[in-house]
């Protein structure tokens, strides 16, 4: 019911910039906070970034003082600007989305994922 569109993956340097876009649509009554999390090869799932509607965002330890989250004024959608992009930061990003829908039932909405590769 709710649909997260994200955009924004690809292949980069080390030490370059990346933004990850994600949208979400549906029948949503309010979101409460959305986020990125990733999953590398061989390694569990992980908080990258998450932003609350307040405006509160919470890090990871990996990529503290170099990503940034924030939302649109509209609070549907998150963008995550990747700084100094470091090989260990290569995964599948997940968007997702807290919230709940019009009839009040809470929701937890993942994105289908998009890669991002840091490389020479």
């Known amino acids: 019911q709710v649909h997260l569109v994200e955009s924004g993956g690809g292949l980069v340097q080390p030490g370059g910039s990346l933004r990850l876009d994600c949208t979400a649509s549906?029948?949503?009554?309010?979101?409460?906070?959305m986020g990125w999390y990733r999953q590398a090869q061989g390694k569990e799932r992980e908080l990258v970034a998450r932003?609350?509607?307040?405006?509160?965002?919470d890090y990871g330890d990996s990529v503290k003082g170099r990503f940034i989250i924030s939302m649109s004024a509209t609070k549907t959608t998150v963008y995550l600007q990747m700084n100094s992009l470091k090989p260990e930061d290569t995964a599948v990003y997940l968007c997702?989305?807290?919230?709940?829908?019009?009839?009040?039932?809470?929701?937890?909405?993942w994105g289908q994922g998009t890669q991002v590769t840091v490389s020479s």
């Open positions: 932003i609350t509607s307040g405006g509160g965002p």
């Open positions: 997702n989305a807290l919230g709940y829908y019009t009839d009040f039932k809470s929701f937890d909405s």
């Open positions: 549906g029948n949503i009554f309010t979101i409460n906070a």
